[in-house]
T-cell receptor, first 115, second 115 residues
Framework: AQSVSQHNHHVILSEAASLELGCNYSYGGTVNLFWYVQYPGQHLQLLLKYFSGDPLVKGIKGFEAEFIKSKFSFNLRKPSVQWSDTAEYFCAVGGSNTNAGKSTFGDGTTLTVKP | EAQVTQNPRYLITVTGKKLTVTCSQNMNHEYMSWYRQDPGLGLRQIYYSMNVEVTDKGDVPEGYKVSRKEKRNFPLILESPSPNQTSLYFC??????????????FGPGTRLTVT
């Protein structure tokens, strides 16, 4: 069964600090990886995704993530966070060929950015 | 505006009283899913649907039913709710499966309390 592990449950940073949120998955097939963000009081929305090709993917609001197949990782990064990045972040993996509609999410990381 | 809508947004009910949470999308998406979000557990998939009349279990289907009689609608049914189903529920849709790299669009959530 596929699983996703997010290492940090709560991260507190000051504005302008760099961010890296860890995500590891366990899945043997072709992976499709996603990072979603949930701002306070808002819907979950897509930050970025990896489907194939360049393992370094760029998303909205200056976020990027690197797919490292050998480490089963898809860590999220941002060089300089802003107060408005305060939110909950979820890593997710899409299903396999036979269960393509399945999605597995990590437990989430709450990011608090202090002004 | 492209969106996923859910109703009701908030619901307080008593144990054993059947309820339905509706979900509708206006993007002509093939895939739809239901998730529950609990503190520290992230999002867990309850059921998903690949198309009209085609559904499959997610990771936590016990105590829930779904149906997909029309492409745009995917209601979640709790025939005999119990307190352990108190949670925040999200409906999501995607054009094609996440296993093929397609992102999901989420509804605003339904906060359910079962007393």
């Amino acid at each position: 069964a596929q699983s996703v592990s997010q290492h940090n449950h709560h991260v507190i940073l000051s504005e302008a600090a760099s961010l890296e949120l860890g995500c590891n998955y366990s899945y043997g097939g072709t992976v499709n990886l996603f990072w979603y963000v949930q701002y306070p009081g808002q819907h979950l929305q897509l930050l970025l995704k990896y489907f194939s090709g360049d393992p370094l993917v760029k998303g909205i609001k200056g976020f990027e993530a690197e797919f490292i197949k050998s480490k089963f990782s898809f860590n999220l990064r941002k060089p300089s966070v802003q107060w408005s990045d305060t939110a909950e972040y979820f890593c997710a993996v899409g299903g396999s060929n036979t269960n393509a509609g399945k999605s597995t999410f990590g437990d989430g990381t709450t990011l608090t950015v202090k002004p | 505006e492209a969106q996923v809508t859910q109703n009701p947004r908030y619901l307080i009910t008593v144990t054993g009283k059947k309820l339905t949470v509706t979900c509708s999308q206006n993007m002509n998406h093939e895939y739809m899913s239901w998730y529950r979000q609990d503190p520290g557990l992230g999002l867990r998939q309850i059921y998903y649907s690949m198309n009209v009349e085609v559904t499959d279990k997610g990771d936590v289907p016990e105590g829930y039913k779904v149906s997909r009689k029309e492409k745009r609608n995917f209601p979640l049914i709790l025939e005999s709710p119990s307190p352990n189903q108190t949670s925040l529920y999200f409906c999501a849709s995607s054009l094609f499966p996440t296993g093929a790299g397609y992102e999901q669009y989420f509804g605003p959530g339904t906060r359910l309390t079962v007393t």
